[in-house]
């Protein structure tokens, strides 16, 4: 049962001493409160290590402002630059599957206590070893089915397999031997991302990548080799692989990743696979079949978008305009809006569009063209890659998944014995509010875990000021909060845009939120925040944002200010939901509008010395928060007890 608990601010207050920069509330004190390959691959590789150094230089290296704390400045990070060395997967024909390593950086003296304390409690991630993406996620006689890319000999990727997980919730998982391995001339450097897809007569239609003997990417073909064993520990490889190949026009190292197939109103049944055309411009071919050994390619592309570079796990599927549950991949008519995710592998960003889709002459066309897939909305504007989707059928809702990697070095990786995580798993929905928009949310069950809670009401967060909030345990957390604003007004166009320099940059309306996974002294820590921005044509942008930049002391691990924009309506407060699990902090603005997925190493805030806080480091306004806190339960992923009855 749950143990709820009410603070009163003023009851439990402190002082702190205005903020010595930047007084912002006439040095009144603040209210504490309690509770490939070749030149191509090599380009695109210097593109994305060179993007990489951008935003680390751009990272500010001033501290975040704490009042009554600490006199001298926390120490903060020198901007790390990533070594030029090639990163390993681009000989593989895939690109940087690994972090460059952090190189001039004195490697931090990390204690294996460090390192255990990085591990998740409650996210999906192997019992040791490397994982990447999510593969041919599928619910199946009461089981949810969880493959993924995964080097069963290693922390770092290579070897590619796919590992094998299921569970009856989706969030209490049990590990099943390895699914499908790298056995035949077809996938032997690799048995890569793939979809599911469920036939009405109950067959199962695996299709994956497969990385040749010569390297190149052809399209496979798998099926369980007994349908009634719930657990679908044997896999069948198609005798007949491949049963596509890369075709003439495209490299034979950019063809990868096939989607779930849809029935068209023609009673055949398409999949759409990415791939790069003319250097630059990311498409998505789509392939017809009846029978799923033998494809015939449509002319032209489901869609196309110049500069994008080569798309990854592309993903397709319909969402329901008005609609309160997910749609079956091969849903259509009016009422229904298609959205086409792509990861880009130039940037390694996931990203998407809402639009229509003819099934008549397969082609998808933007709501709005400024914001086609690849230039537009992000899944998550954080660490996130290769996400991909499935419709639940006994819930009648559509899951994303999506892989986070690590972001120390591949050395602490190995130290550690494992590298990578994926996400809690989404439902998605289609933003009926704003029409521009997906929502997604940590599916229900992950409830269950949620333990005692604590209530929060109207703290009052003064301009320039930091609030502890008292909750005993900070690393394993389900935290909703609402803010209100004193007032918007002002004629004043913010000079801050967007996430700014962090949570370091003050404008007038923010930043305020929270501060996760930081130690009482504050030497290291997390804000996940929003910024009001008044721009010079007069609107109001909202952006929701997380700072990494302080949430470690170690030099060797790679920090970001990551966020985006977030649309909050005239009738909306401020509202995130944030899921901290150790080294992984999940957030979501205004219902899960943007989402921000962030990976951290503190190196002092940890175990009992994690807090949180409340912060506002606006100069022109006061926050009201409002904030319903619970401690998580792990999940106690573990192996699948063969010898006990199901
Ligand atoms: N990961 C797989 C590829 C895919 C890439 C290889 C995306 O199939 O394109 O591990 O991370």
Known sequence: MEASTSHDPERNSAFYAPLPEHPSSGGAPATRSRPLKG???????????????????????EPLPMPNRVPSASPTSKPASFSEAEPRGVAEGVSAKSNPSLLNEASFNWTNAMFSWQRSAYHFQPQKNWMNDPDGPLYHKGWYHLFYQYNPDSAIWGNITWGHAVSRDLIHWLYLPLAMVPDCWYDINGVWTGSATLLPDGQIVMLYTGSTNESAQVQNLAYPANLSDPLLLDWLKYPGNPVIVPPAGIETDEFRDPTTAWLGPDGTWRITIGSRFNETIGISLVYQTTNFT???????????????????????????????????????????????????????????????????????????PEEDVGIGLKVDYGRYYASKTFFDQDKQRRILWGWINETDTETADLKKGWASLQTIPRSVLYDNKTGTHLLQWPVKEVESLRLNSTVFEEVL??????????????????????????????????????????????????????????????????????????????????????DETRS???????????????????????????????????????????????????????????????????????????????????????????EEPL
């Not at 030149?39 to 290296?61: E, P, R, T, W």
């Not at 110049?306 to 993903?315: A, K, L, Q, S």
Request: aromatic share 10%; hydrophobic share 40%.
């Open 39 to 61: 030149f191509v691959v090599i380009l695109a590789s210097v593109v994305f290590l060179l993007s990489l150094v951008a935003l680390i230089i751009n990272q500010s290296q």
């Open 294 to 368: 033998d494809y015939e390619l449509l002319d032209g592309v489901l869609h196309a978008v110049p500069g994008t570079g080569m798309w990854e796990c592309v993903d397709f599927y319909p969402v329901a305009i008005n609609g309160s549950v997910g749609l079956d991949t091969s849903a259509f008519g009016p009422g229904i809006k298609h959205v086409l995710k792509a990861s880009l592998d130039d940037t390694k960003v996931d990203h998407y569009a809402l639009g229509t889709y003819d099934p008549v002459t397969d082609k998808w066309t933007p709501d709005n």
């Open 552 to 642: 470690s002391k170690a030099n060797d691990v790679f920090k970001q200010v990551y966020g985006g924009k977030v649309p909050v309506l005239d009738d909306e407060n401020y509202n995130m939901r944030v899921l901290v699990d150790h080294s992984i902090v999940e957030s979501f603005a205004q219902g899960g509008r943007t989402v921000i997925s962030s990976r951290i190493y503190p190196t002092e805030a940890i175990y009992g010395a994690a807090r949180l806080f409340l912060f506002n480091n606006a100069t022109g306004v006061n926050v009201k928060a409002t904030l319903k806190i619970w401690e998580m339960n792990s999940a106690f992923i573990r192996p699948f007890p063969f």
């Open 461 to 546: 967060v003064e301009a320039g000021s930091i609030v502890p909030l008292d909750i005993g345990p900070a690393t394993q957390l389900d935290i909703l909060a609402e803010f209100e604003i004193e007032s918007l007004e002002s004629n004043t166009t913010d000079e801050v845009s967007d996430c700014g320099d962090g949570a370091i940059d003050r404008s007038t309306f923010g930043p305020f939120g929270i501060l996760v996974i930081a130690d009482d002294s504050l030497s290291e820590l997390t804000p996940v925040f929003f910024r009001p921005v008044n721009t010079s044509d007069g609107s109001l942008k909202t952006y929701f944002c997380a």
